[in-house]
């Protein structure tokens, strides 16, 4: 697993980027990806993530949360729709915003 993170001024948006199986394990650099992201928003490109589990969910949810109380947004794009479904069936899909696959680009 890897994560990527970039400052996109144009967006005044913190562009990052997931590589295949998220986990418990990966919760440490999902943290520090989200970290240091105040002021800005968040949007998490999830064109190459293949798995998340409920712990990273947890974390960005709560990311998500904040972003709402701080002005900002937490937006998600490129989701597989196998991954989507499950935020669905869970209710999660309400704790997000969801972009169109090209704006990460």
């Known amino acids: 697993m890897a994560i990527t993170k ?6 005044n948006a913190w562009v990052i980027c997931p590589v ?3 986990d418990l394990f990966d919760l440490p650099q999902v943290g520090e990806a989200l970290s240091g992201t105040e002021g800005a928003d968040i949007l998490f490109d999830c064109a190459q993530l293949r798995y998340v589990d ?5 974390r960005m ?3 998500a949360a904040q972003k ?4 900002h ?10 991954i989507y479904k499950i935020l669905e069936m869970t209710g ?6 969801f972009a169109e696959g090209g704006d990460a680009e």
Do not use: M
Request: glycine content about 6%; overall charge positive.
């Open 68 to 71: 709402k109380a701080e002005g």
């Open 73 to 82: 947004a937490f937006r998600i794009c490129n989701l597989q729709l196998y």
């Open 54 to 58: 409920s712990a990273v969910l947890k």
């Open 20 to 22: 295949g199986y998220l």
């Open 6 to 11: 970039h400052f996109d001024p144009a967006r």
């Open 61 to 63: 949810a709560e990311t």
């Open 92 to 97: 999660l899909d309400r704790a997000f915003s």
